[in-house]
């Protein structure tokens, strides 16, 4: 066979690839799209992924677990979404991608507009990566490659655990300590009348410490009921945690580090 007859034939292969690759990646996309419909009711999740064959197969198998899904193909994107539907998502999967410090900055802007759950999805499995993300306010980090049985398991999770953080108590339902008021059903802080902007994380933190005023509570309790995880993995979230509300709150004396123990909550002036 000639050189030119090979060239033509690879050439009408790789055409029969393209278009087999083009019809699947439509029907891949159909599905999502019928499957989306179908769980229209359920709760509303934000998929923030540049690989569109991957979103295109992922939302089909969110849709079919109950999730209204809406995909953003960057995190560009998925911050106009939540600016202008700020309650909309009671979830967000953010895929990394390959440039991931950008995913980074893209998690801890996306924070800044909502109080949604916001899982990580990245590459590195490293201690480190890990932490970075919980500490700019994501509520877990998966690592890639992941079984979607394990992902969708961390995301009802979460979700559960925060439900159960956002809802009052039977208790107090507005505390107060000295300048600072914490407002409990709404999740709302000030100071001095002033209104502080807190993640989810730092409030559910907040609330704890402020729940038992004057009490030392240990590293490992806050950890397990903060961040349902260990203190090895995550002690050093805790104490980033821990920095960024005495910045917020701008209170010095009110949370105190008991060496070696943990922290306890003092009202300035008592």
């Not at 397990?224 to 104490?239: D, F, I, N, P, Q």
């Amino acid at each position: 066979m000639s050189d030119d007859r090979l060239h033509d034939a690879a050439r009408a292969v790789n055409e029969l690839w393209a278009d087999s690759d083009a019809t699947m990646y439509r029907l891949t996309r159909l599905r999502a799209r019928l499957a989306a419909e179908e769980g229209a009711t359920g709760p509303s999740l934000l998929l923030v992924n540049d690989e569109e064959h991957v979103a295109a197969a992922l939302s089909v198998d969110l849709a079919r677990h109950g999730f209204n899904v809406t995909h953003a193909r960057s995190g560009e994107e998925a911050l106009r979404m939540l600016v202008a539907q700020r309650d909309r998502f009671r979830v967000v999967l953010l895929d990394l991608g390959p440039t991931e410090q950008n995913g980074y900055e893209v998690c801890g802007r996306i924070r800044e507009h909502t109080s949604a759950v916001v899982i990580i999805v990245g590459a590195r499995s490293d201690m480190g990566s890990r932490i970075h993300g919980l500490s700019l306010g994501a509520d877990d980090y998966v690592v890639k490659p992941y079984n979607t049985g394990e992902l969708l398991a961390r995301i009802h999770a979460v979700s559960r655990r925060t439900a159960h953080a956002s809802a009052p108590g039977a208790g107090e339902t507005v505390l107060r300590l000295g300048p600072v008021e914490i407002e409990l059903p709404t999740r709302r802080v000030s100071v001095d009348g002033s209104v502080v902007r807190l993640t989810r994380k730092e409030f559910d933190l907040l609330a704890l410490l402020a729940q038992r005023p004057g009490v030392v509570v240990r590293r490992e309790q806050i950890i397990s009921e903060v961040w349902r995880t260990s203190w090895e993995e995550t002690g050093r979230v805790l104490e980033t945690y821990v920095a960024s509300l005495r910045a917020k709150l701008g209170v010095p004396a009110l949370i105190e580090t008991v060496r070696g123990v943990g922290y306890r909550l003092n009202a300035p002036g008592a």
